[in-house]
């Protein structure tokens, strides 16, 4: 009975959340639309069909703008989808546009916003994971509650069936005889057998609803690391019992087939390690496809101990995913960095990593010479090659969860005059974020916190209208094709590759055209309070620069 009354309840339930980018479910996206400079914030809903919460803050005059938002979902394409909501504008807040809009479907899928105003129109689109997260759980008293109203409602229906075939057929002033007395017997135990069987019928609906969305509940892949402590090679290996039993959803709209991976900034994969627990050593690597659920890198000479493992992926529909591993680095691979045969071995040319003080300390715990002391909120800090890096924020100020906050670095050269930063991957800077126990991680961009691989690969589904099946290439093929196509990449030079990468980005802060720009930022909402730790990488005069910062967010 409380099953079948639970979606009475449904919207004042609480619900338990996870999502890809591990514990930071919202998306940001800084850049343009058109002529228009916007933000945009979203957060998608934990369950589905639900509701995504869009603000869009437009950068200078706002009148007489029109913000509208749409749902584009990648298994469909620009055709069939709805019409666009309009958004509301901010009473208190000049600039500002609030909108909600409706994802019916699981999948890959898209907010455009389209920007009317006098400088014409604009669009853009930003990738969203319309996947079911989460499950409600009943507060007990709202749920006991509820199942005494259906007592009472049963015992009610009861009573009026079977008065309706003896008591009502009484004359005023009749008696009831036996005859009667044995219809309404038959006629209450009558109703109950009509009403048990409806219920019995609701009971088992419900169940195999709710084993059909416990099925189709988004579930973060599964891998296991293994380290050859010979040579320091990393195997990274996805669970394929899960992909065979998580595949493709019932509507088919969200493919996890592993040959259907595309490159994220020029790379297959983007894996972060991360010391568990102190997080003073941190490693950027990109490991490189072995086969299908096989990914292999050598691991740098870091020091011992227990790490944590964030691998970000990009599938062809545009789904962007992180998989969690552990992995526990032996005091022999750390010895071997002694060793010129082994020392500084890197895998990739973008690979990167180094040492800083623990989350909690303000003293090296372990010396490096990739050692960088952790920055502060406006204090400069000394990077290796005599950079400086300012986190430019007022001492004191405080960060808030669930705020949006744009985090602006400023990179200094020897002589503190501003520094000329290059691209790194195509962006003009990357930046992790990690919460201190691990249960906030997100990857982030000067654009925002969206996966461009994602954008492009909406972006080239809408412009081909027609359907899914015939876009699909072979596994294989389309496998085969993008190694080839990432092998291209890694064998250009520096200018070429950024060229290729950056092609339509027009947001200087993205990396655009101005290659030269000292300052950076990133749009970003803490999930929660807690500290974090930020890292922070851009180059300059062709080297990898490392910078880390705490916060305390309130």
Known sequence: ?????????????????????????????????????????????????????????????????????????????????????????????????????????????????????PKGKGTVVVPVMAVSTAKRTMPAGLGWGLFAMAVFLVILMVTIISSSVSDSQLNPDESL???????????????????????????????????????????????????????????????????????????????????????????????????????????????????????????????????WIYADITRLSGFAETIIDTLTIPETIYRQASNPSTSGRVADKDDTYFVTNAINSKNFTRPSVNAIMCGAPGVETKLQDGTSAVWVQKPGQELKAGQLTELTFEMLDENRKPAKLEPYLGMMAHAVILKDDGSVYIHL????????????????????????????????????????????????????????LMAGMKHSNAGGNEHSAHQISFPYTFPQPGKYRIWVQTKRNGKILNSAFDADVK
């Not at 619900?15 to 890809?20: K, L, N, P, T």
């Open 177 to 307: 005889t036996k005859r009667m007395r044995r219809r309404r017997v038959t006629g209450a135990f009558g109703a109950l057998l009509v009403l048990g069987l409806i219920l019995w019928g609701g009971y088992t609906w419900w169940n195999a609803a709710a084993a059909s969305y416990n099925k189709y509940l988004y579930r973060p892949l599964q891998a296991q690391s293994t380290l050859n402590t010979q040579n320091g090679l990393l195997k990274f290996t996805i669970d394929t019992a899960q992909l065979n039993a998580l595949g493709r959803t019932r509507r088919g709209n969200l493919i996890r087939k592993m040959n259907y991976l595309v490159p994220d900034h020029g790379k297959l994969m983007h894996m972060f390690l991360v010391k568990a627990d102190a997080l003073d050593v941190f490693a950027h690597l990109h490991p490189r496809r072995a086969d299908s659920v096989t990914f292999v890198t050598k691991i740098p000479d870091l020091p011992a101990g227990k790490y």
């Open 445 to 500: 961009h000067p654009s925002g916190s969206y996966s461009m691989g994602s954008q492009k690969a909406l972006l080239d589904r809408m412009a081909f209208h027609r359907p899914v099946a015939e876009y699909l290439p072979a596994p294989k093929v389309f496998a085969d094709s993008v190694n080839r196509m990432v092998a291209r990449l890694d064998a250009m030079n520096e200018g070429e590759r950024n060229q290729l």
């Open 1 to 117: 009975m409380k099953k079948i009354l639970f979606s009475i309840g449904l919207l004042i339930c609480l619900c338990i959340s996870a999502w890809a980018h591990v514990g930071s479910p919202g998306v940001t996206f800084e850049g343009d639309a058109g002529p228009y400079k916007l933000i945009a914030n979203i957060n998608p809903p934990d369950v589905i069909p639900g509701t995504a919460a869009v603000t869009v803050y437009l950068e200078g005059e706002a009148k007489g703008i029109q913000v509208s938002a749409r749902p584009v979902y990648w298994y469909v394409g620009a055709d069939g989808t709805p019409k666009a909501d309009i958004a509301e504008p901010s009473a208190t807040e000049p600039g500002r546009f609030d909108n909600k809009v409706w994802l019916m479907s699981t999948g890959t899928s898209s907010i455009e916003l389209t920007i009317n105003g």
